[in-house]
């Protein structure tokens, strides 16, 4: 923005929010033991983890504003680049 009237009343946050290590897959630091080897550990297979998400940690993006007449148009610009995301 290069107006610095509207830099002082448009408030950006970025918040990532995973599960404590980043892109990598908690459960691969987990070991699991079958009902007939009870003395040998694994990790799960891939194949195994059906419901388990790709990705481990998201990115939250907040814009705010303390201008009331500037809401809609902020609504209008963070609705377009988030289009330009996809």
Sequence with gaps: ??????????????????????NINPLNKIKFYSKCNKNVAFNLPENKLMFMPSSFEEVLLR????????????????HSYLEKLD
């Design 63 to 78: 814009v705010y504003t303390d201008d009331p007449k500037l809401s809609e148009t902020i609504k209008t610009g963070f």
């Design 1 to 22: 923005m290069g107006n610095p009237d509207l830099c002082d009343r448009i408030f950006v946050r970025w918040y990532k929010l995973g599960y404590g290590m980043g």
